[in-house]
């Protein structure tokens, strides 16, 4: 059966898999990926035809309010992940191993990967780290799950590197290329290079058969992500260099959040239109 459809966007895959990512990388076709947590921003991201919805562990500073990615639990991403997967029709679905849920064990990551996949519907999950996270990934391609690797910045290591800080400079350049041929050679689908040199993106993808996924790593990546906070600026404050900004949601909930408080003071709201009759 094929699974080419004619969609409002063109012709396009019916429901969106890892070889369809891998087939586009041979192709030369670029394409996207973008955060979502919740059941309308997915059915949107969806219907845009974005081929993958991560449910990031961003969730931690851009759900759920902490500082960092470190606190969120396995719990509250299974949660935003079920919604997320019960809302798309063709996006495939990453969800994000938190912090803690993987590291200490091939098994154990094995174990919180079968979670997302059983409970929460995703269709792949993700992780960080390269070479170290070899046997986890291998454990979880042999049992079935699709795994997309995270190196150059990854969030969950935050206070071991020191900060929010480029990877992959100077010497420490060969790193970023030997953690994605080892996450490629352990069978990651896909691998995302964060806050990394643009010619060090190049090189990885240019070297690897597997799509690379970019951010903050320069316009060579067969695909790109960015958190939708901040590309369609729900977020205040100031957004990273790498972050391109299309929309400005946070004004358009502004004004109509405080256009609905006057309304409400003035009694403006509700209207008779708005007023059932006995
Ligand atoms: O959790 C997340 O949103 C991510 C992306 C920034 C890649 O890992």
């Known amino acids: ?165 480029i990877q992959g400079r100077g010497e420490t350049a060969q790193r970023i290329l030997d953690d994605a041929k080892a996450v490629q050679d352990a069978g990651a689908f896909a691998v995302v290079l964060e806050m990394v040199p643009g010619d060090v993106a190049a090189r990885v993808t240019e070297e690897l058969e597997i799509p690379t996924v970019g951010i903050g790593a320069g316009p060579e990546c067969d695909a790109q992500v960015l958190v939708w906070q901040d590309a369609f600026g729900l977020r205040s404050g100031r957004l990273p260099r790498f972050v391109k900004q299309y929309a400005d949601v946070r004004t358009v909930l502004l004004d109509a959040a405080t256009a609905y408080t006057q309304d409400v003071r003035s009694g403006t709201f509700p209207g008779p239109e708005h007023t059932f009759e006995t």
């Open 1 to 165: 059966m094929s699974e080419e459809v004619d969609a409002p966007y063109g012709p396009t895959i019916k429901r969106v898999r890892t070889h369809h990512l891998q087939e586009m990388k041979r192709r030369g076709e670029r394409w996207a990926m973008l955060t979502a947590y919740d059941m309308y921003t997915a059915q949107v991201f969806d219907e845009a035809g974005v081929e993958v919805l991560l449910v990031g562990d961003s969730a931690s500073n851009n759900v759920f309010g902490n500082e960092t990615s470190l606190p969120v639990t396995v719990e509250e991403m299974l949660s935003l992940t079920r919604g997320v997967s019960r809302s798309v029709t063709r996006s495939l679905v990453l969800g994000d191993l938190p912090f803690g849920s993987y590291q200490a064990s091939a098994e154990q990551g094995y174990l919180t990967a079968t979670r997302f996949m059983k409970e929460a519907g995703a269709h792949a999950v993700k992780l960080e780290g390269g070479r170290e996270m070899v046997p986890q990934i291998e454990r979880m391609t042999r049992g079935g799950i699709p795994v997309c690797a995270h190196i150059g910045f990854t969030p969950q290591s935050e206070h071991a590197l020191g900060g929010y800080r």
